[in-house]
């Protein structure tokens, strides 16, 4: 395995409709692998392979979904035992396709490894159906809502060549936390 350099605009691999993958061969699997340890180091939640100058229909996330039903408990003031952190969930879609999608839609800050120094807010739907094939070319089925249907839609997009500040309703540059020196 091998970290990758993080493609930033204005480059336009970011700006072309990645190919569909037909080859499932040692070449892929070294780059899903690559690409993995990449968003890893970066660190990141998701990764698309133009992200990585490859122009080809893969992207892998990683994420662990929040215990919401903890937080909620915690914010109404109520005592309770912290639950470990769930594990985080590695997915490697290839050829994705959001084939369901929620009619409600939820604005959200997005950042992206292609555009360092930004943020925005961003407008997606709340839960997404996903077909796509897996790392061995089989076909699998995924719902996700929430935060991890944000991360689909967003590398889905960079397979289509959109980036998340064509969609933003408003970018910024974030402001650094400032410790406090007392």
């Not at 005592?79 to 490697?92: M, S």
């Amino acid at each position: 395995m091998a970290l990758r350099q993080i493609i930033t605009l204005p480059d336009p691999v970011l700006r072309r409709k990645a190919k569909p993958v037909t080859n499932f061969g040692k070449d892929l699997q070294v780059l899903i692998d690559d690409m993995i340890e990449t968003m890893r180091a970066a660190p990141g939640v998701g990764l698309a392979a133009p992200q990585v100058g490859v122009s080809e229909r893969l992207a892998v996330i990683e994420y662990a979904e929040e215990d919401e039903e903890n937080e909620e408990s915690a914010a109404e003031g109520a005592e309770v035992a912290p639950k470990p952190p769930k594990p985080k969930r590695l997915y490697v879609v290839i050829n994705p396709e959001i084939i369901k999608a929620s009619e409600e839609k939820v604005m959200g800050v997005e950042g992206c490894l292609s555009i360092p120094g930004l943020v925005g807010e961003v407008e997606r739907h709340e839960a997404i159906q996903v077909k796509a094939l897996n790392r061995h070319g089989k076909p699998v089925k995924l719902k996700a809502a929430g935060w991890l249907a944000r991360i689909f839609q967003h590398e889905i997009d960079h397979l289509n060549g959109v980036v998340f500040t064509d969609l933003a309703a408003r970018v910024w540059q974030p402001k650094e936390e400032v410790e406090d020196n007392v």
